[in-house]
């Protein structure tokens, strides 16, 4: 049998501009949070928030496996899951606010 040879012509296909990334805001609230965390917890958030959560959230904050936006809140509100603690965020044009922080067993009261 005899091998058919398919020519197959190949297209450069354009880049298309991407949108920048979005700006990361914390807010004083937030900053408070981190600040009375115990210290072990304190170092393993910021080592989660600069290597994993602030990445995401620059490039994507409304989808993720630890995002999920919250029903019931105006304005829209979104939570991230970083081990027992959750992040909680607002997406308002390309800036995204870090709220809040709480521990997992205190954020929904």
């Given at each position: 049998m005899k091998?058919?040879?398919?020519?197959?012509k190949m297209r450069r296909i354009k880049k298309v501009n991407s949108?920048?990334?979005y700006k990361i805001f914390e807010t004083t609230e937030f900053i408070?949070?981190?600040d009375s965390v115990p210290r072990k917890d304190k170092e393993f958030l910021r080592k989660k928030l600069s290597g994993y959560v602030y990445p995401q959230l620059k490039t994507e904050p409304h989808f993720g496996t630890n995002i999920k936006k919250l029903h019931g809140y105006e304005p829209n509100t979104?939570?991230?899951r970083i081990g027992k603690y959750r992040i909680f965020f607002i997406i308002e044009k390309r800036i995204v606010s870090i709220i809040s922080m709480d521990q997992r067993k205190?954020?929904?009261?």
């Open positions: 091998a058919l040879s398919v020519g197959i949108l920048p990334d408070h949070c981190i979104w939570r991230y205190d954020a929904y009261l």
